[in-house]
């Protein structure tokens, strides 16, 4: 269900109020590498992860983990290391012999303390963009720049530099999103106020910031092979719900006799285009907002309210248009074509990442690599039949295009 917008008077927007970083955004500001000594069992796992997966011996050492307290966890930077740790390994648990024979009960040492630190953080028990992207980098040197040569990942599945630059280059793709999101919330402020010169200011920013994004994303291109994301990296991002794998869901062994279902990891569950949508006022058609309000559950709760608070905060389009300010429609309208081209470079980069590897994997061209999934062969690891759903969100940004009245 679509939430309502309600015209009320708003206190300023702050990034500071929902854990948003000045510097990082939605980034997790310094993420552990370590937990408390009582954690290493999981912390020997989690570390050998491609190793282990590789010669199909996750599952025996998971099997023989103590199940541990979670309540020697404190604060929040280790509950959010403790969540990418277990759900790495849950990931490898039940995908390590590949999609044809998925481990459909997580044991209770696993699911136990996986479960409870969800709870904690308000995420769902699997692997989500939060923790593989945002709580997932670390600088190598601490006072050098955020940049690709800089940045290692801390939690790894098999894949490689592919897994690494598919990793970090999101990750940077998030950093990118910084000047856009700020600019968002001088826009939000400027409204009320109401400046119509901050707010072109703020709007012209946004798409400088948009743009970087694009540009970002390309470098996708430079550190992932397609063949070795499709046929390795993919499987683990894979989850349970509208996959046909997994068609009734996973047991979470001594937290619930019933399966439960989750959509797997996907960028789809970035805070970032969810909250230009909302400032821009971009609405979905419903099976798509549906899809993407679902995915809101898989952020962490605070990044969820921000989202929510802008969408409560006075329309920018109905402010745009009842200002007759001829600039700041054309700015408005710049950031809609910006975001459009962005989705519609994802979609590039998605056809040569899915969809002619897929092709690729099918014709037998890569015998090297492991089967290829193919219950997810056209769907995203989110569980979309991809294509049209990313077709259709680009075409509805272009669509809110606002022409001058008169
Ligand atoms: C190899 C790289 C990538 C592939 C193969 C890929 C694939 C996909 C797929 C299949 C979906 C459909 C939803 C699902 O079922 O998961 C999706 C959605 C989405 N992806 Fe990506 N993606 C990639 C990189 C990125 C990056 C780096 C970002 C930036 C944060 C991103 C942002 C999004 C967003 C925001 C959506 C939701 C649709 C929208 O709002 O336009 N993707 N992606």
Redesign the pocket.
């Known amino acids: 269900m679509e939430p309502q917008r309600q015209n009320v008077k708003m206190m300023p927007l702050s990034l500071e109020s929902y854990h948003i970083s000045e510097e990082y955004g939605f980034l997790l500001p310094n993420p552990l590498k370590e937990l408390p000594d009582h954690y290493r069992p999981w912390m020997e796992i989690a570390n050998r992860l491609p190793q282990l997966i590789e010669t199909h011996q996750l599952r025996a050492h998971v099997n023989k983990m103590p199940l541990l307290n979670c309540q020697i966890l404190k604060g929040y930077r280790e509950q959010r290391l403790a969540h990418l740790v277990l759900s790495c390994i849950s990931m490898g648990y039940v995908w390590q012999e590949g999609e044809m024979q998925p481990e459909k009960v997580l044991p209770r040492n696993l699911a136990i303390p996986f479960v409870e630190v969800s709870r904690n953080l308000g995420l769902p028990p699997i692997l989500v963009?939060s923790d593989l992207?945002l709580t997932n980098w670390t600088k190598r040197d601490p006072y050098g720049p955020l940049e690709i040569g800089n940045l290692e990942i801390i939690i790894a599945f098999p894949g490689g530099d592919s897994l690494r630059g598919?990793i970090l280059?999101?990750a940077l793709?998030?950093k990118a999103?910084v000047p856009g999101i700020k600019a968002l919330v001088q826009g939000v402020n400027a409204i009320s106020q109401p400046s119509q010169d901050t707010l072109l200011q703020a709007l012209q920013q946004l798409r400088l910031s948009i743009q970087d994004?694009t540009r970002?994303?390309g470098h996708?291109h430079d550190y992932?092979d397609?063949d070795i994301?499709y046929a390795v990296i993919?499987i683990f991002l894979s989850g349970w719900k509208d996959n046909p794998a997994m068609p009734v869901g996973l047991i979470y062994e001594g937290v619930s006799k019933e399966p439960l279902k989750y959509?797997?990891g996907?960028?789809?569950q970035?805070t970032?285009?969810?909250a230009f949508?909302e400032f821009l006022g971009i609405h979905h058609s419903k099976e798509?907002a549906d899809?993407?309000y679902r995915?809101r559950d898989y952020m962490p709760p605070s990044h969820k309210a921000f989202i929510e608070e802008i969408r409560a905060t006075p329309s920018l389009r109905n402010h745009v248009l009842s200002s007759g300010h001829g600039r700041l429609l054309t700015a408005y309208n710049q950031c809609l074509e910006a975001l459009a081209e962005?989705?519609s470079y994802?979609i590039t980069?998605?056809t040569?990442?899915?969809i002619t590897a897929a092709a690729k994997a099918k014709s037998g061209k890569l015998n090297h690599l492991p089967g290829p999934p193919q219950a997810l062969e056209d769907?995203?690891?989110?569980?979309?039949a991809?294509m049209s759903?990313?077709k259709n969100?680009?075409d509805q940004?272009l669509a809110s295009i606002l022409h001058a009245s008169g």
């Open positions: 963009h992207v598919f280059v999101t793709v998030e999103a994004i970002t994303l996708m992932v397609p994301f993919r959509s797997g996907s960028a789809a970035s970032v285009l969810h949508d798509s899809f993407l995915m962005l989705r994802h980069v998605v040569k990442y899915l769907r995203g690891t989110g569980g979309t991809v759903f990313l969100v680009r940004t």
